[in-house]
């Protein structure tokens, strides 16, 4: 059973530029979580998707988006990069079974500067 | 607002003895808590769950604990072990959206736990 993974480890951009992470879900299940984690602070809640649709979205704004594919792998995308969104962006993935259980891949870590 | 909160940012224990993390949470909507280990440059480790209908869950040498009237929940690891050292969160789902699988996890801020040989 393959776990979840993603893409790249390690990125540095500049104030202004856009980014795109990925992220595979693990075998079997449907639904992908996005959360960024600061420095100190435990992962907060960007967004969902669930059947390629967004289900449920954080305090995040609408420069933070999304999309998911038919193989359920999924992208994470912001626009416009500020300093404070240097973070770990962390991609977790459930099934419908067991949907409160959310198995996280290893993250990407982002620098802004 | 934090919603979910382990108020010990670290705890200290010898191996073998028993190793107790705690959290507290406001929203009465939480109706599914889990803890999660994290060791440095690795995603969380999903450790245990346990369901608002239930007040223990026991896997091996973890037991999670939930006082709902109190709003606390506790992770007990015994006996502790020195590969148990990493930081612990304490989350809990908030069950809403449109349908599926829309378990949103909010986290605590993590206690480091270090377990001495």
């Known amino acids: 059973e393959t776990g979840v993974t993603q893409s790249p480890t390690h990125l540095i951009k500049t104030r202004g530029q856009q980014v795109t992470l990925r992220c595979s879900s693990q075998?079997?299940?449907?639904?992908v979580s996005w959360y960024q984690q600061a420095l100190g602070q435990g992962p907060q809640f960007i967004f969902q998707?669930?059947?390629?649709?967004?289900?449920g979205r954080g305090n995040f704004p609408p420069r933070f988006s999304g999309l998911q594919f038919p193989n359920y792998s999924s992208e994470l995308n912001v626009n416009a990069l500020e300093l404070d969104d240097s973070a770990l962006y962390l991609c977790?993935?459930?099934?419908?079974?067991?949907?409160?259980?959310?198995?996280f891949g290893p993250g990407t870590r982002l620098t802004v500067t | 607002d934090q919603q979910v909160k382990q108020n010990s940012p670290s705890l200290s224990v010898q191996e073998g003895r028993i190793s107790i993390l705690n959290c507290d949470y406001t929203?009465?909507?939480?109706?599914?808590f889990l803890w999660y280990k994290k060791y440095p440059a690795e995603g969380p480790t999903f450790l245990i769950s346990?369901?608002?209908?239930?007040d223990k869950n026991e896997d091996g040498r973890f037991t999670v604990f939930l006082n709902k009237s109190a709003k606390h929940l506790s992770l007990h690891i015994v006996p502790s072990q020195p590969g148990d050292s990493a930081v612990y969160f304490c989350a809990a789902s908030d069950v809403g959206g449109s349908g599926g699988s829309n378990y949103k996890l909010t986290f605590g801020k993590g206690t480091l736990l270090t377990v001495n040989p």
């Open positions: 929203n009465s909507m939480f109706d599914y």
């Open positions: 075998s079997g299940h449907n639904t």
């Open positions: 346990i369901s608002s209908i239930k």
């Open positions: 977790a993935s459930s099934s419908p079974d067991r949907a409160g259980e959310q198995y």
């Open positions: 998707y669930y059947r390629e649709e967004e289900n």
